[in-house]
């Protein structure tokens, strides 16, 4: 593992330089106002027509058309969401200067090819691991969110100290940039999230708070013991791994974890997770989520119609009312 740190960084190579970010999500908002706050000539890319136009130029940042952003710009920064990104790039490609680095905070298109970078460009990644929010909260407050960089093409010879140089303007420098490649970097965030964060997070609390139900027992003890409590253990884990965890529970829990956990995730659950895994690594995944968007999202908004309408969802609505200190 090589990682990184702000020793290893020469802020010189962006010294006066301009950089363009298209998108004014929740990455795109950190990492402008970041750059922005570090001394970097920041300019956001939004279409004049759009919510984030307004909200961009109140938060003091310059504004312009994507066009316009992205001319004279040693970086440009693609933050959209992943599917419109190829038709955003191709939209700018005729403004990008000669010899400029495109950078992208998710592999998603480099590396299963809906963007094939022009010969000239520096094709460069800075993936934050945290959300948006996350990013700007620690960088105001003197830290940084570890980030991971790679480098797709280094047409100028320079391209990995642009992307350190980026990392450190971001806050990220501050607590370690580890290098990977595009395909690393996007193969484990799509397993992680389909397998364990969202698809396999969700789908086991589900299914916990179904089989208590259907048992009989009350849907609202059921989504506190299997929803609700979630978070107590994930902070846990977050905070000191599994070490923490058993520290802080009880030992019957413990005793339930080590000899009824493997029997939850068995053989089978991990042949699954490797199959999850190779329709990630060989393009299944993306040909079957890209074609659902050219398709209008039919599948998918009726999947997720479902998933909003489970009973999980109405018992845990009623509930969060009642906790005034969660953020709604």
């Given amino acids: 593992m090589r990682m990184y740190s702000e020793s290893d960084v020469d802020p010189s190579c962006l010294q006066g330089k301009r950089i363009a970010l298209l998108g004014y999500g929740s ?21 004049k027509s759009g919510n984030s136009w307004k909200r961009a130029q109140a938060d003091g940042l310059k504004v312009e058309e994507p066009a316009a952003a992205v001319r004279g710009a040693a970086i440009v920064a693609f933050l959209t969401p992943d599917l419109v990104q190829a038709d955003l790039y191709q939209s700018v490609l005729a403004d990008i200067s000669k010899g400029a680095a495109i950078l992208f905070a998710h592999g998603f298109n480099i590396h299963y090819e809906q963007i094939k970078a022009r010969k000239d ?12 929010g996350l990013v700007r909260r620690q960088f105001e407050e003197g830290h940084g969110v570890p980030c991971l960089v790679a480098v797709e093409t280094d047409r100028s010879g320079n391209a990995l100290n642009l992307a350190l140089a980026y990392a450190q303007g971001i806050g990220g420098a501050r607590a370690g940039v580890i290098e990977t490649t595009f395909a690393e970097e996007t193969e484990t965030d799509l397993f992680g999230e389909q397998a364990v964060l969202c698809g396999g997070a969700t789908e086991l609390v589900v299914a916990g708070f179904e089989t208590l139900v259907e048992a009989g027992y009350q849907p609202e003890v059921a989504y506190y013991e299997c929803m609700h409590e979630l978070k107590l253990i994930v902070d846990l884990l977050h905070e000191g791994g599994l070490k923490k965890m058993h520290e802080f529970i009880s030992d019957t829990a413990a005793y339930g974890d080590l000899t009824r956990g493997p029997r939850i995730i068995d053989a089978h659950v991990r042949k699954n997770m490797q199959q999850v895994l190779e329709e990630v690594r060989d393009g299944t995944f993306a040909k079957q989520w890209i074609d659902e968007n050219k398709h209008g999202q039919k599948k998918y908004r009726q999947m997720m119609n479902a998933d909003l309408n489970h009973q999980i969802e109405k018992v845990g609505a009623d509930l969060r009312g009642r906790m005034d200190w969660l953020e709604n």
């Fill in 27 to 47: 990455q795109g908002r950190a990492h402008a106002l970041n750059l922005k706050d570090s001394g970097h000539d920041v300019v956001v890319g939004l279409r």
């Fill in 121 to 132: 460009l520096d094709v460069i990644l800075i993936a934050p691991k945290g959300p948006g």
